[in-house]
């Protein structure tokens, strides 16, 4: 089932890569979520094209504390809008990585570091259960809306591999999709929705006993209250927005468009400490 899961979440998010930004009303609209969740003008106007694809439910470099010369790790980097954000903070003594196990979103994602001359940020295809970087090398590590579309039997592994990268002190800084409750199991077990970034969806406690038990302190999880039925207005809607379902997964057996996604899930940021530094 995990397998089926990951080719889902690749069929999608690879057609999203491939459509970016073909429409002005596409276009806008990608900005308008981006705006929702956090990014200002300036920031948005400081990317590449194709960097924001509309696909974020926070902005985690605007709490992340990222100063200059650090090494950060961006976890389902996408088009690269929260590496590119992170490598101007970093400067050329830094470096900020982008994960993604999408191949057409690693192209997507070079075109535009192509495009924005940025030689300090960095694009790897790998899952995010296992990334090619060494032990305790990173500073900070980032996502943004992702680790919601990990498989439940693997998100512990996820957390694991932010502590291996992380060096002791270093930080998290996580936007992401949690569940207010238990969901329904019409909607956990309804494919697209999971793709979609709700049926998979962990419950508050059950993301800070991820954290805990790989090591993490301080942990931090706030609402950040943000309007998720914002994605029905998505153009991605049916091809793969955030919060949609895609033409790839099965048929859903549930009607999205009347479910209100802010009754089951929220937008939350997620904010921890890696033990063993004097931070």
Request: hydrophobic share 35%; proline share 3%.
């Amino acid at each position: 089932m995990n397998k089926n899961m990951y080719q889902e979440v690749q069929l999608r998010y690879g057609d999203i890569a491939k459509c970016s930004g073909a429409t002005e009303s596409q276009h806008d609209s990608e900005e308008q979520i981006a705006k929702a969740f956090g990014y200002s003008t300036e920031e948005l106007c400081s990317l590449p094209d194709k960097a924001n694809l509309g696909l974020s439910c926070g902005n985690p470099v605007a709490y992340a504390n990222i100063k200059e010369g650090e090494t950060v790790v961006d976890l389902g980097s996408g088009g690269g809008i929260d590496v590119f954000l992170a490598a101007r903070k970093v400067g050329p003594q830094g470096k900020a990585i982008g994960i993604d196990m999408t191949k057409d979103m690693i192209e997507l994602a070079n075109n535009n570091a192509n495009s924005a001359r940025l030689s300090n940020a960095l694009f790897i295809e790998a899952l995010i259960t296992s990334i090619p970087l060494p032990d305790s090398s990173v500073d900070c590590i980032i996502s943004n809306c992702v680790i919601n579309l990990v498989p439940r039997n693997d998100k512990a592994s996820v957390f694991e591999e932010i502590a291996r990268l992380l060096k002791p002190g270093g930080r998290v800084a996580i936007s992401d999709i949690l569940a207010r409750k238990e969901l329904p199991q019409k909607i956990v077990d309804d494919l697209a929705l999971y793709v979609g970034c709700i049926a998979g969806a962990s419950q508050v406690a059950e993301y800070e006993e991820y954290l805990k038990r790989a090591g993490f302190k301080d942990i931090l999880i706030v609402d950040a209250k943000s309007d998720l039925n914002l994605y029905k207005q998505s153009s991605y809607l049916t091809q793969g927005s955030c919060c949609g379902p895609s033409d790839s997964s099965k048929e859903s057996t549930v009607n999205f468009a009347e479910i209100d996604f802010n009754e089951c899930a929220g937008s939350f940021q997620i904010y921890a400490l890696k033990t063993g530094g004097n931070v």
